[in-house]
């Protein structure tokens, strides 16, 4: 697994590279925009490519760094996007809790994931628009299921009014974090992965398909 520890002084100690994945309109933008800025926006549009935003939380008394790239649902992306699950340790796969044709495509999705990512990586499946109980198409126990079954992590989130967002992301943090610290101790990790000196710097010659996150985005 490929993290990042950052140069004594720096603002973070670790810096984890998590990707959101799903079909188009689940919600992926809002999950991002909710979690790392408090926002919400109702009439947002499709992702275009993949951007990204950060938000640095502490994990056992460790500040954990979170860059978290939005990747778009569409398939005419799917070809772009393919090469960002490089590098990344940790993966939300969201679906629409109103749309089983999105649940269905999990599986599709978790197979290109395992396809391209570390094989370690973090996965958590998310249920995502929980807070439209009259429209669920997607049972709990089914989704649940699913996760037991291929080995992840589940919960179900609301980016319109916050339900389980923080708790989503945290644990999936906090999972990672354990990975690597053990890594770290066992002596495990390659050679450079979390050298001290050997920093990530994020800014937007990182993301050359970067959007503006102001721009409007996908649910």
């Given at each position: 697994m490929s993290a990042l520890r950052s140069r004594e002084g720096n603002e973070y100690d670790y810096l984890f590279k998590v990707v959101?994945?799903?079909?188009?309109?689940?919600?992926?933008?809002n999950l991002l925009s909710r979690f790392t800025r408090n926002e919400f926006d109702l009439e947002s549009k499709s992702t275009i490519g993949v951007e990204f935003a950060t938000r640095s939380v502490q994990v056992d008394g460790k500040t954990v760094?979170?860059?978290?790239w939005d990747t778009a649902g569409q398939e005419r992306y799917?070809?772009?996007?393919?090469?960002?699950y490089r590098g990344a340790v940790g993966a939300l796969l969201v679906y629409d809790v109103?749309?089983?044709?999105?649940?269905?495509s999990v599986e599709r999705w978790l197979r290109e994931l395992r396809d391209n990512a570390d094989q370690k990586i973090v996965i958590m499946l998310v249920g995502?628009?929980?807070d439209l109980r009259h429209l669920?198409?997607?049972?709990?126990?089914?989704a649940k299921s699913?996760?037991?079954?291929?080995?992840?992590?589940?919960?179900?989130?609301?980016?319109?009014?916050a339900t389980n967002v923080e708790q989503a992301f945290y644990s999936t943090l906090h999972e990672i974090y354990k990975i690597v610290t053990t890594k770290e101790i066992t002596n495990e990790a390659p050679r450079g992965a979390l050298d001290p000196g050997n920093p990530i710097k994020v800014d937007a010659k990182d993301n050359p398909s970067r959007t503006n996150l102001g721009d409007k985005k996908c649910c």
């Open positions: 959101l994945i799903g079909d188009s309109g689940v919600g992926k933008s760094k979170a860059q978290i799917r070809a772009i996007t393919s090469a960002y109103c749309k089983h044709m999105t649940f269905d995502n628009k929980s669920r198409a997607v049972p709990t126990e089914e699913f996760a037991e079954k291929n080995g992840l992590t589940f919960i179900e989130t609301s980016a319109l009014d």
